[in-house]
């Protein structure tokens, strides 16, 4: 078949399955943006997509995507959620983009770092409260994306992230090559760690491996391939996790039929109802099932005839 041919004849469309709704753990391949993996489900018919926090097109491993109602859950698990990375920097090198995909801004010699110096400092990550956010990043200055900026020469202000690093281990040291890995809070540049540390010793170093091994609360354990599920987007439904996992930390409270139906219509019920001992959430919050089904997002708040369990957000189709 020629190219014109090939070219004129019809596109196979994916199987469209139904609108799902529950949370799948993506293993996300290394190369494709994370929308563009979004992208591929959506062809699967899922409308009604979002994501956890992205991962850069040089990472791979867990992309939480949100399908359905569960794409309301996408503020919670992004603000509260801890991070697991496992990575590869290169000492001697700097670049635009603080990764290996970006330009080459220096070269240096790396010859007078020793093992030691580098387990120092990734140790030091742990000590670190902020960091500088790369200039190629999705975070926003008078409302662009800073990489739209970079991309066109414009001059933006030097930002500054907070973050936590509970955990920083240094798994191998092959000079100039690190591995290392982080536990971390949500939005912490891994990126911005190997550019800070390669500064400090006086070399430079840019990202050139990363694996997201754990977004809470899910593990790569519990990740599907994407190829798998475009190969046979059966799995699809069959990955998919109920709403209330990924809240596992979140009182629980278990409505009768007749709170239900005053839930759907968006009216409080009262806290009379214990929540289960499931955790403790933020800002009274808790989670409001209906026969073990998640049904709404709800706060805890004082009303003339006593406490009860407004609706922040509701979860029923």
């Not at 977004?215 to 987007?233: E, M, Q, V």
Request: with cysteine; net charge positive; proline share 7%.
């Amino acid at each position: 078949m020629t190219n014109e041919e090939t070219a004129a004849a019809p596109q196979t469309r994916p199987p469209q399955l139904p609108q799902l709704h529950g949370v799948l753990v993506l293993n996300k391949p290394s190369g494709p943006t994370s929308a563009r993996c979004l992208t591929a489900l959506k062809r699967l018919g899922q409308k009604k997509i979002g994501h956890a926090g992205t991962l850069d097109p040089l990472a791979s491993g867990v992309l939480l995507v949100l399908l359905g109602q569960a794409t309301k859950l996408s503020s919670h698990l992004m603000a509260g959620g801890g991070k697991v990375y496992s990575g590869v920097l290169r000492l001697g090198r700097t670049t635009d983009t603080w990764d290996c995909q970006g330009q080459v801004l220096t070269e240096a010699p790396w010859e007078h770092v020793s093992e030691g110096d580098v387990r120092r400092e990734i140790s030091l990550w742990q000590e670190a409260r902020e960091q500088p956010v790369p200039p190629y990043s999705a975070a926003k200055h008078e409302g662009q994306p800073l990489y739209k900026l970079a991309r066109k020469g414009a001059a933006a202000p030097a930002k500054v992230k907070r973050m936590e690093i509970s955990q920083a281990d240094t798994l191998d040291v092959s000079l100039p090559f690190v591995r290392f890995r982080v536990a971390c809070s949500s939005g912490t540049y891994i990126r911005s760690l190997a550019h800070s540390l390669g500064m400090r010793l006086g070399c430079g170093a840019v990202l050139t491996e990363l694996t997201r091994e754990y977004s809470h609360p899910f593990g790569l354990d519990a990740a599907r391939d994407l190829r798998d599920l475009t190969a046979d987007p059966a799995l699809l439904a069959a990955s998919l996790r109920p709403i209330a996992s990924a809240l596992p930390h979140w009182p629980r409270v278990e409505l009768t039929p007749e709170q239900a139906a005053r839930v759907r219509n968006g009216i409080a019920v009262s806290c009379a109802a214990t929540p289960s001992d499931n955790g403790t959430a933020e800002d009274d919050l808790a989670l409001l099932l209906v026969q073990g089904e998640a049904l709404a997002l709800a706060r805890r708040e004082d009303a003339p005839g006593g406490p009860c369990w407004a609706v922040l957000r509701g979860l029923w189709n």
